[in-house]
């Protein structure tokens, strides 16, 4: 691996045992680790190719032990990095050789319910589908539904900002979170939001969400519940070219209709999914797509027939609606199970996660084709078609040398490849640490800047999760410097960020 | 008051700032000047960025427009309306709250002020519809943040600290923005003669039903006699005519529902828009609560002689009075939520911030976010009479 990562703190590193007797002081019996063997355990989070046990983990299980954590690792310069569940496919919970893992499971209650004002309080470890288990009794559910809902957390899902196959019609987390309660790398805590829409201020809660634990750590999370739809119904669709279903989600989205899922998969995703699940996916096509409608029932009638008028005047080879919620679940068994049904063909595979201008996805495919023929790699396709984000899934074994370094160099290239076209390097995963040295293909040095010096407003001393999303680490005094020329520096008596 | 030659372009901006940091200058940003009467009475020079305007580049299939932030607003509405699309958060010109002749926001001025209407409540605010943007920082730097695709997780979220930032961190020069498909029709189904408690659960239960409402509003006897409760059903016409069924049946026990005839729906959602019948010279606020409390919040008021309207399910009310602006502050903040004075006369903006005044950590933290981006306070004109991180 050609990861660097910031080179550890000997001084912490020697202090070892001083910082973790501390710590047993503010955290009794097993919420301190610190034995070589449990802490293999946090090697990783989902992105496995890279491998870093913590010096340290701790798991909390109150607000104040998190502040007293924080406060203790700002005061004696100790990196702490957070985690949720560790699901992250970009390594944004890659531990730390002289850090403190900060682990959050324990926080995994739901505080609260509100059904008339649509919000639930839940601490950031419960899981993002504990929550709508919570509350569907009533009929009501959490929208936003990243593929691992079972097992990532709501922390987890603010620190990254996570989508799932609904997020075209019912947003990220960020359109579905109103309030946080953050403890700041000092030990401050500070409660962000509240329970009405809008932010007094600046928009504190829109800038935490997707800021991967670099700005501070998450104690409390309000999100909004939604009512459960009515009823859904989704079409499975055939065409015999990646452009004739390309111009099918144009026009469903030309047509005004929002459906509350569009994937699309490639031949190889398609042989793979059906040869897994058997979900009767067409074998003879080069693109199918899944395009669910959800609401009333009269809603999802309608709209059913009016996307198959448009997928065949697309061309579409074979065009089915479901007619029971076990066929929809059925035509969504394969795209689910795509994934692990890609792991069945090939040893390992690496997911990638850039989005594109959707017009352009023809010509992407394209290339993305032949750098697959460059690299020796094979590469299967899932899309969430309605927003233009790919996930290729290059194939390769580990064990071969040389295929890792080839399969991350083929991911580099098609990540630069959706910058090129006008998309970006992450849709829903996150930078971490698996995009952080190809930032600079989509952000200039002075973009770059412009988003460090946020990070300084937080964390001056750059202590929470460092070596992540950003490529250089900048001191937050160099990048505070003014360089002003023809005049004299104004306020002269002022102190410089 | 100085103006500064207006900039028509990008690199004008980053040398009138650039300029302005030389000098120690400040500078108010200004588009359209529609809300130019909103904070303290100021002395600071106009950035004027209403030459900036234009649409650079729309794509109905991809739900994506890009345009420079001196755009008229009513600009943008028409040329998406002509695609069957909208800016679903919603957006209102504030120029004539204040006698001004509409037309003058521009989407810069509504992005930055985080202006949003009704629809807010089910399809996200100004936050949640810019994608991204060009700038210019109080450093004089010009910088790119977001992208130009409707999904991105790539760096921090700048796009939502530029909504609501009121052109305190950076003078934006390009504007990226979701757009979404326009419902084919739109029914409001009404119920008359509600209290505001009876309004506000009626309002709370059709949002927590099926029936999939865009907008919740209320408008009380004093306004309407009898009071009017609407909720706006917009989307295909099988799926409306479903859902307005829904409704009415939700609402058998409160009142008869009914619909609203086209030209009388138009008049209540225009009315909550234009604010007209809080045009009485009072002061002039819209307080955000959780949407159960927006009733106390009135009753509350009332012995101040308050006039009100709910939006937002009752999430959001606006209100106008003469009282003790202390009053209002108090009763938003002991109900979990706060309050934004929009019009006054000078006498109470000068000792009134606009801004609900944050918990003190968050005030700090967002002073500190402020000098990120722009370390010297060119922006910092006192229109916000909040401790200035530089002065």
């Known amino acids: 691996m050609s990861l660097v990562m910031p080179e550890p703190d000997r001084t912490v590193l020697d202090r070892r045992d001083t910082i973790v007797a501390a710590l047993r002081l503010m955290i009794p019996g097993e919420g301190v680790i610190d034995d070589v063997r449990s802490l293999k355990a946090y090697e990783s989070d989902g992105l496995t190719a890279y491998r870093q046990p913590p010096m340290v983990v701790v798991l909390p299980e109150t607000v104040e032990q998190v502040s007293a954590v924080l406060r203790f690792c700002h005061e004696h310069g100790v990196k702490v990095v957070p985690r949720g569940s560790g699901t992250s496919l970009s390594g944004g919970a890659l531990p730390l050789e002289d850090a403190v893992l900060l682990g959050m499971a324990k926080f995994n209650r739901i505080l609260s319910v509100d059904y008339a004002d649509r919000i639930a309080v839940v601490q950031p470890g419960v899981t993002n589908l504990a929550v709508t288990r919570a509350v569907e009794d009533r009929g009501f559910y959490y929208a936003p539904d990243p593929s691992s809902q079972i097992a990532c957390s709501i922390g987890g899902n603010v620190a990254e900002n996570s989508g799932g196959v609904h997020c075209l019609k019912y947003g990220l987390t960020t359109n579905n979170v109103l309030a946080l309660q953050v403890v700041m790398i000092d030990g401050e805590v500070l409660r962000l939001g509240g329970t009405y829409l809008d932010a007094l201020g600046l928009d504190l809660v829109g800038l935490m969400v997707g800021s991967e634990g670099l700005l501070g750590v998450v104690t409390e999370v309000t999100v909004r519940i939604l009512p459960k739809p009515e009823t859904a119904r989704a079409l499975l669709i055939g065409f015999s070219t990646v452009e004739a279903g390309g111009q099918c989600v144009a026009d469903v989205i030309a047509a005004g209709i929002i459906p509350a899922g569009m994937e699309m998969m490639d031949r190889p995703a398609i042989h793979a999914a059906e040869a897994f699940v058997h979900a009767g996916y067409p074998l003879d096509v080069a693109a199918l797509l899944i395009v669910e409608v959800d609401g009333p029932l009269a809603e999802c009638d309608h709209l059913i027939e009016e996307v198959r008028a448009i997928a065949l005047k697309n061309g579409a080879v074979s065009c089915h609606a479901s007619e029971s919620e076990a066929e929809r679940l059925k035509f969504w068994a394969g795209r689910k199970a795509a994934f692990p049904a890609v792991g069945r063909i090939s040893p390992d595979y690496y997911c990638m996660d850039g989005t594109i201008p959707r017009r352009r996805l023809p010509e992407v495919l394209a290339r993305m084709n032949q750098l697959s023929q460059d690299y020796g790699l094979g590469v299967a396709n899932v899309f969430h078609a309605g927003d233009g984000n790919l996930h290729p899934l290059i194939l390769y074994d580990a064990n071969v040398p040389g295929q890792l370094d080839r399969a991350e160099a083929f991911g580099a290239d098609i990540l630069r490849l959706c910058v090129e076209v006008g998309g970006v390097l992450t849709g829903e995963h996150g930078v971490g640490v698996e995009k952080r040295d190809l930032m600079p293909v989509m952000f200039s040095e002075t973009d770059l800047a412009h988003q460090q010096r946020v990070k300084c407003a937080f964390d001056p001393q750059s202590l929470l999760n460092p070596g992540k999303v950003f490529p250089v680490l900048h001191r937050c005094a160099e990048l505070g410097r003014m360089h002003i020329h023809g005049g004299a520096v104004p306020h002269p008596a002022l102190p410089r960020f | ?391």
């Open chain 2, 1 to 391: 008051m100085n103006t500064e030659p207006k900039p028509s372009s990008a690199t004008d901006v980053a040398d009138a700032i650039a300029d302005a940091v030389r000098t120690g200058a400040r500078l108010e940003l200004r588009g359209g000047g529609s809300k130019a009467a909103i904070g303290a009475p100021r002395e600071a020079a106009v950035l004027d960025l209403s030459e900036l305007s234009g649409v650079i580049d729309y794509d109905p299939a991809e739900l994506v427009l890009t345009a420079k932030p001196g755009t008229p607003l009513v600009m943008i509405e028409d040329l998406v309306a002509s695609e069957g699309q909208m800016l679903a958060f919603e957006p209102f010109d504030h120029g004539p709250l204040f006698g001004r002749p509409p037309g003058a926001a521009t989407i810069g001025g509504v992005l930055a002020a985080g202006v949003a209407g009704s629809r807010r409540l089910t399809a996200g605010g100004a936050r949640d519809h810019l994608l991204g943007f060009q700038a210019v920082s109080g450093r004089g730097e010009r910088f790119t943040a977001g992208a130009k695709v409707v999904k991105n997780v790539t760096g921090y979220d700048l796009p939502k600290l530029a909504t609501g930032s009121w052109g305190r961190l950076f003078a934006l020069t390009e504007v990226t923005l979701k757009v979404l498909p326009r419902g084919r029709i739109s029914v409001s189904v009404a119920a008359d003669g509600l209290r505001p408690d009876q309004a506000q659960h009626a309002m709370a239960k059709a949002l927590g039903s099926q029936a999939d409402v865009q907008a919740a509003a209320h408008l009380p006897a004093e306004l309407a006699d009898p009071s009017l409760t609407v909720v706006r059903l917009e989307g295909f016409g099988p799926s409306v005519a479903a859902r307005a069924a829904m409704i009415r049946e939700l609402w058998r026990d409160f009142a008869s529902a009914r619909h609203l005839e086209d030209d009388e729906a138009a008049r209540f959602w225009t009315t909550l828009r234009s604010l007209s019948p809080l045009d009485d010279g009072g002061q002039l606020w819209r307080v955000n609560t959780p949407p159960s409390a927006g009733p106390a919040l009135v009753a509350r008021l009332a012995p101040h002689g308050v006039r009100w309207m709910f939006d937002w399910a009752g999430g959001l009310t606006w209100l106008t009075f003469d009282g003790d602006p202390a009053e209002v502050r108090t009763a938003a903040a002991q109900l979990g939520g706060h309050a934004f004075l929009i019009r006054a006369e000078d006498t109470v903006r000068r000792r009134t911030p606009a801004l609900h005044p944050p918990q003190p950590g968050v005030g700090a933290l967002e002073a500190r976010v402020r000098a990120a981006f722009d370390p010297l306070g060119v922006f910092e004109t006192g229109r916000f009479l909040d401790v200035a991180h530089a002065d």
